[in-house]
């Protein structure tokens, strides 16, 4: 079993939904972030959070630290947000290197007109 | 200003030659990490460096690979003996000083490398 693991792998959507992207994890962490990376392109950092909610533009992201759960929500989609979107943790690991940051494998995101 | 910029942009090699591929990262940035994506694959943390301390190596897959970082800034990753399976895009972030040790990493644009 993954040590992130993201729900759906895939979503297509129509312009205008409401999108939710699930990243749940296993251990312990100190932080999570979500990452954007669009086909041939680079990474973009959406948000880091460690407890909360987080809102920047149309998009939203909660954490839950107790259910070892987060989420990512993108009100009105637009075409232009087809794109990769990927979880990542610090997860606890012990010993000398306390935290490592884990990639869940993304949600492939294709939101058309 | 600049962002994180990595070069080369892609690089093809012949199976069992030595590749080097760099990282500039932001003015300032006083961490620096290495990632790769596979074909199909989720990201994978390499190594980090923070500062004068000494990196994290914990995600390198094998001895062949090695990375320094000179001056706290510019680093170089090295893959020796290359093969098949190395055939990636490499990943380059860096990340403010201040505040937490997870801040928001800025990520390059990869380099990517294919190994005939």
């Known amino acids: 079993k993954n040590e992130v693991e993201q729900s759906p792998q895939n979503l ?20 999570l972030h979500w990452l954007q990376q669009h086909p041939g392109g680079g990474i973009v950092s959406l948000f880091m959070l460690s407890s909360g909610k987080k809102k920047h533009g149309r998009l939203i992201a909660t954490i839950n630290i ?4 987060s989420s990512l929500h993108i009100t009105a989609s637009h075409p232009r947000d087809s794109a990769v979107y ?25 939101v058309n007109p | 200003g600049a962002g994180v910029s990595q070069s080369p942009s892609n690089k093809v090699t012949e199976k069992g030659k030595d590749v080097e591929l760099r990282c500039d990262p932001i ?40 990375a320094e970082r000179t001056g706290g800034s510019v680093s170089t990753l090295t893959i020796q003996r290359t093969q098949q399976e190395d055939s990636a895009v490499y990943l380059c972030a860096s990340s403010s ?18 190994v005939l």
């Open chain 1, 12 to 31: 297509t959507a129509q312009e205008g939904e409401f999108i939710t992207i699930n990243c749940s994890y296993s251990v312990g962490i100190s932080a």
């Open chain 2, 27 to 66: 003015s300032g940035h006083t961490a620096l990490y290495w990632y790769r994506q596979s074909l199909g694959q989720g990201l994978e943390f390499l190594i980090y460096f923070q500062g004068n301390s000494a990196p994290d190596k914990s995600g390198l897959p094998s001895d062949r690979f090695s």
């Open chain 1, 66 to 69: 107790q259910e070892k759960h």
């Open chain 2, 97 to 114: 000083p201040s505040g937490s040790f997870y801040n928001e990493q800025f990520f390059g644009p990869g380099t990517r490398l294919t």
């Open chain 1, 86 to 110: 990927i979880c990542a943790v610090w997860l606890w690991r012990g010993g000398g290197s306390n935290y490592k940051l884990t990639f869940g494998k993304g949600t492939l995101l294709t």
